[in-house]
């Protein structure tokens, strides 16, 4: 054939990639169509041949190489065809509005996995990370902490509105008693959170009890009941003290109860963990109970507001967590940040359960939106063909769902209202959009975090799957070792520029066969 140029322009070509191109083409226009990829005869074509490829959502080779022109990208092709590397998704995103509950998911999701000596240093670094914050809060942030724990006590906030960040890390046990004289719970509370803040140990309930203690609390009375937990270290408030009596809950009848039977009286969350602590000890050897989970330690600690965007290497998955800040100022920045990283992520979108559904509703459509609309490709460039995209993988959490007011939503709307909520979702959003049919439930109460592990399975799942048209020349692997082991050793991603090429030999090999520049780029399109 004599072919010498071929416009296919403005067509809703999705693949275009015969088996040879005639050795006299020398112009070929395939822009303004739905092409992912690159021909790849383009990789061996004539030196003098002629490309116009844009108004495409190109993916191979990456948009940041392309842009250096048709020389680097033939150069990229040919690499590649010799040995690749298939990216796999190697980032969390958490996504969801403020005080929803992710920066607290993170830590759960690292608990899962560490070792009890690792579950020592990691619950040690987030305390110190809970400090730095709590030390640069203000009086009237310490006030809303306290009237938050105190289910909006006035007075309780009102007393500690004087207190900034650092004074409140001064307080003692006997400074909060004579602060909050009415709310013994509260000031008990506080002192063990700033215990935990400054480095001492840390109880996740009463201490060991004595065996006169336990025969004290089980021959109590209904009236008695709150002196004897006093005796063991519990303190609760009038009101607590009043539910346990409405309920004619008295210390024989004590070790009767889990969790769930507290929360049905109406037992708060903190001090119904402290109450378990006890009840563990009073139920008999034989049929022994778990001491609480270190996951109720997360809750116990003050929420900090994360800024921006807070990256957090999880080594044991291997795995970036993406922390997104969830205030409304922050919103702008996420569309940038999300359009680089969405192909080669899992997403976790996390949601405050105790809101009303329609509530919820609104705000999944909202987080949904924003990373659909970071995306440029068009619609019918998702599916499972093997010329089209795969759509994100997306996770959704409900946080809270261990409270009253999650309960009383369920028993308003029903059991099923998550899933039918995330059902109508998956349809909304689809194909660019997948959605986990399983609507994800931590509980910290639990030993286990309740359904962290579940959660932590289907990340793992969901990022050890490779990522079609993300594939790179296997000459880079000596720069991707290279970078992730600084990552690890330091805990912090290094600045990958010509500087950094230079002082690392290993990266010598991969700047000799592609070029710095087209290194850099790579490794920029890629994350």
């Given amino acids: 054939t004599s072919l010498t140029s071929l416009d296919l322009r403005s067509n809703a ?27 790849a005869f383009v990789a061996d074509a004539a030196p003098d041949f002629q490309l116009s490829f844009g108004d495409n959502p190109i993916i191979f080779p990456p948009r940041s190489v392309c842009v250096l022109g048709l020389s680097a990208i033939r150069f990229y092709m040919r690499q590649t065809r010799q040995g690749q590397l298939q990216l796999q998704r190697s980032r969390l995103l958490l996504l969801g509005d403020g005080g929803a509950g992710k920066t607290t998911l993170k830590a759960a999701l690292q608990l899962c996995t560490s070792s009890p000596a690792s579950t020592t240093t990691l619950l040690t670094s987030i305390a110190q990370q809970t400090k730095s ?11 809303e902490w306290v009237a938050e724990i105190s289910n909006g006590d006035a007075i309780c906030k009102q007393l500690f509105s004087a207190i900034d960040g650092r004074a409140l890390l001064l307080q003692t046990a006997t400074s909060l008693q004579q602060l909050a004289p009415h709310r013994p719970d509260v000031a008990q509370h506080i002192n063990r959170v700033v215990n935990c803040l400054n480095g001492e140990a840390v109880s996740f309930g ?43 809950i008295d210390g024989a009848s004590l070790p009767l109860l889990d969790q769930d039977a507290l929360a049905e009286v109406g037992v708060p969350l903190g001090p119904r963990r402290r109450l378990l602590a006890v009840i563990y000890q009073l139920q008999p050897q034989q049929s022994p109970r778990p ?123 029903g059991s099923d209202q998550l899933d039918n909520l995330v059902a109508s979702l998956r349809d909304q ?75 690392h030999e290993e990266c010598a090999e991969a700047v000799e066969a592609l070029g710095k520049p087209t290194v850099l780029a790579t490794l920029e399109e890629k994350g």
């Fill in 133 to 143: 914050a709590v030390a640069r809060w203000s009086c009237a942030e310490v006030a």
């Fill in 291 to 413: 001491s609480p989970s270190p996951f109720a330690l997360l809750l116990d600690l003050p929420h900090v507001w994360t800024e921006g965007v807070d990256l957090t290497h999880w080594e044991d998955a291997g795995l970036t967590v993406w922390d997104f800040a969830g205030q409304i100022e922050y919103f702008p920045g996420h569309h940038l940040f999300l359009r680089g990283v969405r192909a080669r992520a899992v997403v976790a979108i996390v949601f405050d359960a105790r809101q009303p559904v329609h509530v919820s509703r609104k705000r999944l459509q909202h987080w949904l939106s924003t990373l659909d609309a970071s995306s440029t490709t068009p619609d019918q460039c998702f599916g499972d063909g093997a010329h089209q995209l795969e759509p994100v993988k997306v996770l959704v959490v409900a946080t809270h769902t261990d409270t009253h007011a999650f309960r009383e939503c369920v028993q308003q709307h």
């Fill in 206 to 248: 009463a201490g060991q009890l004595t065996p006169a203690t336990k025969q004290a609390i089980a021959s109590a009375s209904i009236s008695d009941l709150p002196a004897a937990l006093q005796q063991a270290g519990l303190e609760l408030s009038a009101a607590t003290v009043q539910r346990l009596a409405g309920a004619e």
């Fill in 429 to 503: 959003f689809a194909p660019s959009i997948a959605i986990h049919q399983h609507v994800f439930r931590p509980d910290y109460t639990a030993d286990d975090g309740g359904g962290v592990p579940l959660l932590h399975t289907a990340v793992l799942e969901a990022c050890r799957t490779d990522v079609r048209h993300h594939e790179m020349p296997a000459s880079l692997q000596p720069v991707l070792e290279c970078v992730q082991a600084i990552a690890t050793a330091h805990a912090a991603w290094p600045v990958v520029d010509a500087d950094f090429l230079l002082a």
């Fill in 13 to 39: 070509l999705v693949a275009f990639d015969p088996q040879g191109a005639p050795p006299t083409l020398r112009k070929l226009v395939i822009a303004n169509c739905q092409l992912l990829r690159l021909p």
